[in-house]
């Protein structure tokens, strides 16, 4: 589940899909904590998007860098305790990032940097939740459809405090987690989790077999066809069209729910090839970094233009997800459903660093069709819903409905 260097869900085309664009909260994400894997991070979530630069040329650099030099031969030569230099590569390259501010700037050293961009899919033994490093610990950023965790009722925002009773807070990163939760099926693993004012937990969960398809579909009892999308990695764009139009064809389905609830987000490229199957022309998101402005557009044959659609969102739907709905919404090709999504709005780029490493921080942001920002406010549904998945389906239908009967031609 992870993507090669790009950027993510919001940030211009380059080569590879982490260094190309990933909105997510981490094209694959950090579904790796879920799965017992490698630790991804996506976007998205928080949610976000990356974009993965291979120039780690250093170019530039002021005088004021000769004394970084210095420091470090004296603190090896001098230090009263022998210092690991490794140790002080990793300091000194954490504090410059730590001087951003960015709550999304993370280091890898070469052994997480390669977990980062492993490939994720297929199936893998987890208790399937996704996790991102944030300057506060690690946090769950999406949990797997029937999933041991999901089942346990592991919530998205929950932050990891502990595992098997070792703390996962002071100092632990992303793939510390991934390891202590990893291990072989059916065993069983005790995680900590706090939900801030809900106060802490503790549940033991069993590891099993996960299969992690990005796209699920099915017809409702209304006869309308539901896709859930939990990530937008590579090819989510040919596995929904497919989905639907299979479904289309068989079932004789009308309209379509697009579930994004609880999608972190991922590759700005799936997000734009998602919504080029609804729409035939238009900006899908314009990107600022420092010095420049992106549209990416949508132009030619929209295969799924004419059927009747509701998206339907939640506070967990981001960055990439944002994307998709703010922009089907804006263009008015769809009514947005649920409650206010997470507001994710940045682009994170993650660029690779000598002898296998990496780094990752904050370089644009990402605006909607309409000129609005996302970042700290979210996508407003055209129709709010109170919290109950449930209800939220049954709302999206019923709107669907409506839809169709405005739609006679369908």
């Given amino acids: ?38 630790a991804l991070l996506i976007a998205a979530t928080g949610m976000a998007g990356y974009r993965l630069g291979s120039d780690s040329a250093v170019r530039g650099l002021p005088d004021e860098f000769a004394n970084v ?22 300091g000194a390259i954490t504090g410059l990032l730590g001087t951003l501010e960015d709550p999304y700037a993370v280091y890898y050293d070469p052994e997480r940097y390669s977990a980062l961009t492993a490939d994720l899919d297929g199936e893998f ?30 919530m998205v925002g929950e932050r990891i405090t502990s595992v098997d009773g070792v703390s996962a807070i002071d100092g632990a990163t992303s793939r510390d987690v991934v390891d202590m939760i990893a291990g072989e099926e059916g ?28 796209v699920r579909s099915r017809v409702l009892d209304s006869g309308h066809a539901y896709a859930r999308i939990s990530q937008f990695s590579r090819q989510v764009d040919t596995q929904l069209q497919e989905q639907v139009e ?8 009308n309209g379509l729910v697009l579930d994004l609830r609880g999608n972190p987000g991922g590759l700005l490229s799936e997000a734009v090839e998602v919504v080029s199957l609804f729409v035939e022309e238009g900006l899908v ?34 960055s990439a997800s944002e994307i998709v709905a703010g922009a089907l919404q804006d263009l008015g090709r769809a009514e947005v459903v649920g409650t206010q999504t997470f507001g994710k ?45 449930e209800a939220q389906l049954a709302a999206a239908d019923d709107i669907l409905t409506q839809l169709i009967a405005e739609s006679p031609g369908f």
């Fill in 1 to 38: 589940m992870a993507d090669t260097p790009t950027t993510t869900a919001d940030a211009p085309e380059t080569p590879n899909e982490w260094s190309t664009e990933f909105l997510r909260q981490p094209g694959r994400f950090t579904t790796v904590l879920a799965i017992g894997v490698a």
């Fill in 69 to 90: 030099e210095l420091l470090f031969d004296a603190v090896g030569n001098d230090a009263v305790d022998s210092p690991d230099p490794d140790a002080l590569v990793t």
């Fill in 125 to 154: 033994v987890g208790i399937g939740i996704t996790i991102e490093e944030r300057t506060d610990g690690i946090y769950v950023i999406g949990v797997v459809p029937e999933s041991p965790a999901e089942e346990a009722g592991v």
């Fill in 187 to 214: 065993g069983m693993v005790t995680v900590g989790f706090d939900m801030g004012e809900d106060g802490p937990r503790e549940l033991t969960l069993v590891r099993r077999v996960l299969n992690l398809p990005d």
């Fill in 246 to 253: 299979a479904l289309v064809a068989a079932e004789d389905v």
């Fill in 285 to 318: 998101v314009r990107v600022d970094s420092r010095d420049t402005s992106v549209e990416r557009e949508v132009t030619g044959d929209a295969p799924l233009a004419d059927i009747p659609l509701v998206v339907l969102v939640d506070g967990n739907s981001a």
């Fill in 345 to 389: 709005g940045t682009v994170q780029t993650i660029r690779d660093l000598d002898l296998g490493a990496g780094v990752k921080f904050t370089t644009a942001e990402y605006f909607t069709p309409s000129g609005d920002s996302i970042e700290g406010v979210g996508v407003t549904p055209d129709v709010a819903t109170d919290d109950d998945p």
